[in-house]
T-cell receptor, first 111, second 115 residues
Framework: RKEVEQDPGPFNVPEGATVAFNCTYS??????FFWYRQDCRKEPKLLMS???SGNEDGRFTAQLNRASQYISLLIRDSKLSDSATYLC????????????FGTGTRLLVSP | GAGVSQSPSNKVTEKGKDVELRCDPI?????LYWYRQSLGQGLEFLIY????????KSGLPSDRFSAERTGGSVSTLTIQRTQQEDSAVYLC?????????????FGPGTRLTVT
């Protein structure tokens, strides 16, 4: 199993739709997780941190399922500006904050 | 305030030449990280610095890659005798501390093309 695995997509959704992505991870000892957003040819930027069971920020909800070792990102009422690649990030437990990035899930929101 | 800056933004070089990539982290950030991202691939961790020290160099792809950081600030990533497979976007990130799980702030990257 890869350390961090994501469906590459693309997920094509209309404006206003609700869309969810999953990310699976292999290290059962991981305690915290991140979702980063990366626009085309831009650098990644932190979207959300997930430290316990989940986190909600406006239209975005991240949930953690430790038993099944996956985290999800739910986007409600999709906007055109949500079109981007969403990177699932898991710290590798090596004693420092080495982040392992998934290859990302591409979202395309259309009018 | 100023974010992480990297230079050059684009670099085209011939196979076999050496290149030097520069990263200027956010002022006051003690931790600095180098990653590379190849087309369609995830970010690959290369090396991190806590202050000027890089305790773990195992992420560097080969001995042609080296990195240093001086004055706890600017870092340079050097690739000697570049190969075509070195073509990628090299991203630098910094965070406030290494020991806590702080957000990493990324620079815009250097797009390296080896011809």
């Amino acid at each position: 199993r890869k350390e961090v695995e994501q469906d590459p997509g693309p997920f094509n959704v209309p404006e206003g739709a609700t869309v969810a992505f999953n990310c699976t991870y292999s290290n059962s000892a991981s305690q915290s997780f991140f979702w980063y957003r990366q626009d085309c040819r831009k650098e990644p930027k932190l979207l959300m941190s997930v430290y316990s069971s989940g986190n909600e920020d406006g239209r975005f909800t991240a949930q953690l399922n430790r038993a099944s070792q996956y985290i999800s990102l739910l986007i409600r009422d999709s906007k055109l500006s949500d079109s981007a690649t969403y990177l699932c990030v898991v710290p590798r437990n090596t004693g420092f904050q080495k982040l392992v990035f998934g290859t990302g899930t591409r979202l395309l929101v259309s009018p | 305030g100023a974010g992480v800056s990297q230079s050059p933004s684009n670099k085209v070089t011939e196979k076999g030449k050496d290149v030097e990539l520069r990263c200027d982290p956010i002022s006051g950030h003690t931790a600095l990280y180098w990653y590379r991202q190849s087309l369609g691939q995830g970010l690959e961790f290369l090396i991190y610095f806590q202050g000027n020290s890089a305790p773990d160099k195992s992420g560097l792809p080969s001995d042609r890659f080296s990195a240093e950081r001086t004055g706890g600030s600017v870092s340079t990533l050097t690739i000697q005798r570049t190969q075509q497979e070195d073509s990628a976007v090299y991203l630098c990130a910094s965070s406030l501390e290494l020991v806590t799980l702080d957000e990493q702030y990324f620079g815009p990257g250097t797009r390296l093309t080896v011809t």
